[in-house]
């Protein structure tokens, strides 16, 4: 199996560089790190990660994560996680209403959590490309 990429998109850069590192050590590349929506889409399609990890919240001049990843769903059927410093259910809504794989509070500790998160995305993800495909 190929080693999969994943895209941060987080504001705190603290909680970025925690992220980048955790991920790093489940032995997954971390192709891109932003801090706001700022060159975001752009990167997204270029480097064709196979998941996203984005703030509800990130700072951004268009968009909040939601929106992006909305936005994003224009152009790809890229799978995105949403981290969030708050588990609010308003939070928890938009999340959802967004078809996203899943949700983390911040801050991120448990790398057997995030494992567990981040493996049951990609796992979904591929049964759902695959169930659209007509053979």
Do not use: W
């Not at 268009?62 to 259910?89: C, K, M, R, W």
């Amino acid at each position: 199996m190929d080693k999969k990429s994943i895209i941060i998109a987080e504001s705190d850069p603290m909680s970025r560089l925690n992220l980048q590192t955790m991920i790093k050590d489940l032995g997954l590349d971390v192709i891109d790190s932003c801090s706001n929506d700022s060159n975001l889409l752009e990167s997204c399609l270029k480097n064709k990660p196979d998941l996203l990890l984005i703030d509800v919240h990130l700072n951004g001049k268009s968009f909040n994560g939601t929106h992006f990843v909305y936005q994003l769903s224009q152009y790809t059927d890229l799978p995105a996680i949403f981290i969030s410093g708050d588990n609010f259910e308003e939070t928890i809504d938009q999340c959802v209403m967004q078809n996203s794989y899943g949700l983390i509070v911040k801050p991120v500790k448990d790398l057997s959590h995030l494992r567990t998160l981040l493996s049951f995305a990609l796992k979904k993800h591929s049964l759902n490309f695959f169930s659209t495909v007509s053979i």
